[in-house]
């Protein structure tokens, strides 16, 4: 529900022009999935994969305002019978946090609890605009939340407080979601964006350490996931999971001995540094090629693909969102204000 606006689907189209509403209420025909269907592919999916060692199906609730309670309900039941994790994006801007207000009287997170969602099966994606209860909330019920520092960036979305997170001992991970700054998946720059954004001013005041950021990217990353504490981690009875960088390319010309490999890799290593990659044993990646898949065909193929002329349809809904774009705009007009947000972090001075 809500799927362009905050509101529902039919009042949005109901106030514009007449002549848009027939191509809005046809887009949002189109892109109906009734629940129970859903439901039903969730199941498949998890039943279908349920042997697999190397894949694993979770529950993925979308957002508060995506989400009627019957549909919450439906995933926290999911994950209970299936025993699979969820991740659900949640207050990644001001916009869902005033929605949330609006909708519940209250915080997204205290609503997700009140419905029995929150605890260590749940994952939240962003949180960049919980309240101090909600992270002392998180912190008490084990929910974890995974970081996507580009993307909070490239969406200018805010910035998640992090060192609050982890200063309550909340299980941080990190993401991409799908928008990293170069468009590339680089874990490694984004673990160094994370190392950076997020030291605040003053001699002792909080800033993640190298081991913390890998750790994000690797133990907490993965006990976010079904496989738990069988990866992420190198450990007798973990599953065989490296990734092998040539040392010269991280170091040279010169790299002082007294700093420790950690801080080493997380500040230095780039990604044409990666010597090879195992997956629960088996090397998938060494010496600049893929042993399972031809690369350089995969992105020839996705190049063709992108190069076709644009079908009516794909033109008409871009038509159709260039029209709807000014209601959207104007329907938030006044939706942050009295939000009265004061800051986590301490960006600038302005006297």
């Keep these: 529900m809500n799927r362009l606006v905050y509101e529902a689907d039919d009042a949005f189209a109901a106030r514009l022009p007449a002549e848009m509403r027939p191509a809005m209420e046809e887009y949002f025909r189109r892109f109906t999935l009734p629940l129970d269907e859903q439901v039903r592919i969730v199941e498949t999916l998890l039943s279908a ?9 979770q529950v993925a609730p979308a957002n508060l305002h995506w989400l009627s309670d019957r549909a919450l309900e439906a995933a926290g039941e999911i994950s209970a019978r299936a025993a699979v994790p969820m991740h659900m994006h949640l207050v990644e801007t001001p916009y869902q946090k ?59 979305s805010g910035m998640a407080p992090i060192n609050r997170f982890l200063a309550q001992g909340i299980p941080v991970a990190l993401g991409l979601d799908e928008a990293g700054i170069n468009d590339d998946r680089d874990m490694l720059q984004e673990m160094r964006l994370v190392l950076r954004a997020h030291r605040e001013p003053g001699i002792d005041a909080p800033q993640p350490s190298p081991s913390s950021v890998l750790r994000m990217a690797t133990e907490h990353g993965a006990l976010t996931t079904p496989f738990g504490g069988r990866i992420g981690h190198l450990s007798p009875g973990a599953s065989a999971d490296l ?91 006044g939706w942050l204000d ?14």
């Design 338 to 351: 009295g939000l009265g947000d004061e800051p986590y972090y301490r960006p600038s001075g302005r006297d």
């Design 243 to 333: 990734v092998m960088f040539d040392w010269r390319s991280v170091t040279y010309p010169y790299q002082n001995d007294a700093i420790p490999p950690v801080d080493v890799l997380v500040q230095r290593a780039k990604s044409t540094s990666v010597k090879s990659v195992m997956i629960d044993g088996e090397i998938v990646y060494r010496d600049g090629r893929f042993t399972r898949i031809d690369r350089d065909a995969v992105l020839a193929e996705i190049a063709a693909r992108f190069a076709r002329p644009l079908t009516a349809a794909e033109s008409a809904r871009r038509e159709l969102a260039r029209q709807v774009f000014p209601y959207v705009r104007s329907f938030y007009d």
């Design 98 to 156: 005033a929605y949330a207000k609006r909708r519940t009287e209250g915080t997204a997170l205290a609503y997700l609890h009140h419905m029995g969602l929150t605890g260590p099966r749940m994952t939240i994606g962003h949180g960049v605009w919980m309240t101090e209860d909600d992270i002392a909330l998180c912190a008490a019920t084990g929910t974890r939340i995974c970081h996507n520092c580009s993307s909070n960036f490239r969406l200018k």
């Design 49 to 57: 994969h349920r042997d697999d060692p190397l894949i694993r199906c």
